[in-house]
């Protein structure tokens, strides 16, 4: 067999195996949106990309006057804020994100009375972290349209806290975290 000829069969093998895996890829995507649901997968957290900057409550480390630039930026991490995205793969927030997701997820159900009603929406809630780990904010700033729905976030993340207290990394005094809840029902 000449070199050619070995160069196409290698070829072809790549090709068939790339054009099953689409396959099965494909196939599996089709299975898991499309086929039968047991009903605990009626809902899912997604998150909401929201802007974070100055306005948001972060400090820059400006000399003051009186003080010097090392007093400012003391003050600075004894009093910062963040803004996060409860899914933000920002890898300083990771692990911590994902154990207050896990938190809130635990607590966090369809209200029977809004499956029943066939309500779907979805709505977006910010609340805060203090540096103990403890709630100090929750509202919910986007309304899915339906007081029970939304009421249900508010009430999956208040029933979640106490969370773990922020890393001393963070070097925040409190942590901004904003939630999109997604109702959906089953076809």
């Known amino acids: 067999m000449n070199n050619m000829t070995a160069k196409q069969i290698f070829m ?6 790339l054009a099953a895996h689409i396959a099965v890829v494909v196939l599996v995507g089709f299975l898991v949106n499309n086929g039968p649901t047991d009903g605990e997968d009626a809902f899912s957290v ?35 804020v963040d803004t996060v995205n409860l899914d933000s793969t920002d890898t300083k927030y990771f692990s911590y994100l994902l154990q207050v997701k896990e938190s809130i997820d635990d607590e966090w159900s369809y209200p029977d009375d809004a499956f029943t009603r066939g309500e779907v ?4 809630v910010e609340f805060s972290i203090a540096q103990e780990g403890t709630l100090a904010a929750c509202r919910a700033v986007v309304s899915s349209g339906h007081e029970s729905l939304d009421a249900e976030s508010v009430r999956a993340v208040r029933a979640a806290a106490p969370f773990a207290p922020l890393s001393m990394e963070f070097e925040l005094a409190r942590l ?12």
Not at 176 to 187: D, G, H, S
């Open 12 to 17: 072809t093998t790549i090709a068939i195996s």
């Open 46 to 80: 997604t998150l909401w990309n929201r802007p974070t900057g100055a306005d948001e409550g972060q400090n820059n480390q400006k000399e003051t006057e009186g003080g010097s630039a090392q007093k400012a930026h003391t003050s600075a991490k004894k009093d910062a």
């Open 121 to 124: 929406g979805s709505n977006v």
């Open 176 to 187: 901004n975290i904003v939630a999109k809840f997604r109702y959906t029902l089953a076809e």
